[in-house]
């Protein structure tokens, strides 16, 4: 997904982050699957994690590490969310893909691993996730604000300032 991240965004979203190639090797002796990448030598940071908690970002990166997590939700129809964003700069490392326990049941066996915290990890992260100047650039509606609400608003829509109003008229 980051791939196909870096080829949508646009322009003015400068950094093209990627995540470490991995190679798996089993270890006979014991029968264990091993993951194995280069090291990263930096300043390692955490921006979210498995359970939606984040950073509150502080540059231009941050916000778009963040903002990638929003996008994998809606780019696979609110199916999958990758959290535990990680690693020095723009290289990343040991990402977790979250899917929806009734995605995750469906299938009879535990996806992703012991990471994914399905349901709970995705309900998380709509209560904390704070939309960011790249969430709007993406055209990524407010989670906090239209958590059942799939569909993008145009970007005239985010920019023209004016206040949402439910049928009462009251600002939402």
């Known amino acids: 997904m980051m791939q196909v991240f870096n080829q949508i965004k646009p322009d003015d979203m400068h950094h093209s982050p990627r995540f470490l190639d991995v190679s798996l090797a089993l270890w006979h002796t014991n029968g264990q699957w091993l993951t194995i990448e280069r090291n990263l030598n930096g300043n390692f940071r955490k921006y979210n994690n498995n359970t939606g908690e984040e950073i509150t970002p ?9 903002a990638f997590s929003h996008w994998t939700y809606e780019y696979t129809s609110r199916e999958m969310l990758v959290l535990d964003i990680q690693g020095v700069g723009y290289e990343l490392t040991d990402p977790t893909v979250i899917m929806g326990d009734d995605q995750s049941c469906n299938r009879g066996e535990m996806l992703f691993g012991p990471d994914n915290l399905g349901d709970v990890a995705i309900s998380a992260f709509l209560q904390k996730h704070s939309c960011n100047f790249c969430c709007r650039r993406l055209g990524l509606k407010d989670l906090r604000r239209h958590p059942d609400s799939c569909e993008n608003s145009s970007e005239a829509e985010l920019m023209s300032g004016k206040e949402e109003r439910d049928s009462d008229g009251n600002a939402v």
């Open 58 to 66: 502080c540059c231009s990166l941050e916000d778009m590490l963040l």
